[in-house]
């Protein structure tokens, strides 16, 4: 029964309840905390398989004792368990920052950086390309990410730096469902025009107009690594050689 207060003070009431059983746990899953070559950083992730390790953290590693207990786990009968990665406390997360041009003075149009920390993530690539891209946009692109390390390619067609668009760059490849599992992208300057395109960039040539007359060369430029690759000049064809008679040179 409810008590009646009549006088300010500490009232003390019993609730009957019935039995509550106490469920029980699994004392088979396991957690693993610590260094692993690569990963997602600070998120527990649940694996069943040492392959699924494999894929999710780069399986073993000299400098990774989790990587080995681990394996051991699965060795000896484990089943499940839940892996939370803990980057090197000096590891950064590598970026890079795409221009809109390769001349001088060119903007800053696209930054990708790693979503986790560590050396892994200077075997992605990032690509941009033009290839089907509507003319009416003049911030559209493509772009692909590829990891060298687990040959994973990411695609996002048709991406624009515009932000009122809905293929804005940014919330298509930082989207948490659909987007990139590889890095997070943002854009530097909304002033920028689209980033240039990667790779070789150029004009149709016919190799038959190529004659050994004079020095044919190309310029490369790089922005990376930082101020170390820039118009650099490349003899193609040099005066007095001997011609190629196709592009594989025979």
């Known amino acids: 029964m409810p008590l009646t207060l009549t006088y300010p003070g500490v009232y003390i009431e019993e ?20 260094y692993t070559a690569r990963g997602r950083d600070n998120l ?5 398989s040492f392959s699924d390790f494999e894929r999710a953290f780069g399986g073993l590693a000299a400098d990774s004792e989790l990587s080995y207990a681990v394996q051991q786990f699965f060795i000896n009968g484990g089943t499940e368990a839940y892996v939370v990665r803990v980057p090197k406390h000096d590891a950064v997360a590598a970026s890079i920052t795409l221009l809109d041009g390769v001349a001088a003075g060119a903007k800053s149009a696209l930054k990708v950086t790693a979503l986790s920390k560590g050396a892994w993530a200077n075997n992605v ?64 300057d909304n002033t920028a025009g689209r980033p240039a395109q990667s790779g070789t ?13 004079k020095d044919y060369t190309i310029k490369i430029t790089s922005d990376t690594p930082a101020g170390k690759i820039a118009g650099v000049s490349v003899t193609v ?4 050689e001997a011609v190629s008679g196709s592009v594989l040179g025979v």
Do not use: C, M, Q
């Open 15 to 34: 609730i009957p309840s019935g039995v509550r059983t106490i469920t029980g746990v699994a004392t088979s899953i396991t957690a693993f905390v610590g």
């Open 44 to 48: 527990a992730v649940h694996i069943f």
């Open 125 to 188: 690539l990032v690509d941009v390309d033009y290839a089907g891209v509507p003319a009416a946009d003049a911030k559209a692109f493509n772009l692909s990410v590829s990891d060298l390390g687990t040959g994973a390619v990411e695609t996002f067609p048709n991406v624009t730096l515009d932000n009122t668009k809905s293929n804005y760059v940014v919330t298509v490849a930082n989207d948490g469902d659909n987007g990139s599992k590889l890095v997070s992208v943002s854009v530097p």
């Open 201 to 213: 960039v150029g004009n149709d040539f016919n190799i038959s107009d190529i004659k050994n007359d």
């Open 237 to 240: 064809v040099g005066k007095g």
